[in-house]
């Protein structure tokens, strides 16, 4: 597939601060707390992950859970003695605070912290599942009584996911496409500063400062009308000198396809060339 060199502007989408679950009642980090109905038990406390590829740095202190490992969003799930499900809680969803060490002379983001409260129905026992990474042992309502902490991590030496070999085509059971791709940040090594290893992801200085996980990625038809919005997300760094990025968006069917990055630029794909690249695009930046 051939590489295409395009520039773009950066735009950070932060997450919402509560969000609703069906069969449970969920709040965020900055939610009171509040007494749970008879026949009703609230299970809270905070979720501690530590390692690669399991949170995403967003800006400042503040991360969000992040599986990037697995096609799947993260979720805590509640079941009962008789293994049904009592509430899904979407961690994404969720902000958490990180926690900095210092290696080699840098700081990287090390651990994400994240507050979780929910509520559930009574039941005789609970189990609590963050899967692949932790499932509790069999709780009654009094072990719940206090916070249930849960910590996890993932071991620095694990390999790397691989994200370029995203699903992407036709989408089963629907008229969508989904376009999946990568975005490679290429520059002089003394223009990057690559933060928050354990994430995967890179923070660029100098002519690539505006190059960021979070940047907007839309795609317009034949007409001009924008069918498809998407982000770029942090992965990880290639040999010091470059960033990958990886991106997928749903479309409709249309005759051409024009990706856009922000104000720096678009390119155009017809039908046949995305169905003969697999629905995949590989772009790059840098010199």
Known sequence: MSRLVLMFAVGLLCGALIVSVSGASVMGATAQSATPAPGEVTIQGTIMAK???????????????????????????VTDSAGVQLAA?????????????????????????????????ASDAYRVEIAPYYESDELTAADLASDLDISFERQMDDPAPDFRDRPAGPIPGTDLFRIAGTFELLADPDDLSFMAIPIGGCVAFGGYDDIQ?????????????????????????????????????????????????????????SRQDLEQAGWRVDLSIGP
Request: net charge negative; charged share 20%.
């Open 51 to 77: 390692g690669r590829f399991i949170f995403s740095w967003v800006r400042d202190d503040l991360c969000t859970l992040a599986f990037w490992d697995y096609d799947f969003t993260p979720e805590l799930i």
């Open 89 to 121: 809680l979407p961690l994404e969803e969720l902000p958490g605070t990180v926690t900095m060490s210092t290696e080699g002379g840098q700081e990287h983001a090390e651990i994400c912290t994240v507050p979780y409260r929910l509520t559930v129905p």
């Open 213 to 269: 996980a979070g940047a907007q990625i839309t795609v317009k038809d034949q007409t001009g009308t924008i069918i498809g919005i998407g982000e770029l997300e942090p992965i990880y760094t290639v040999d010091g000198d470059r960033c990958v990025f990886v991106f997928s968006l749903d479309v409709p069917e249309a005759t051409f396809y024009t990706l856009e990055m922000g104000r720096r630029g678009e390119q155009a794909y």
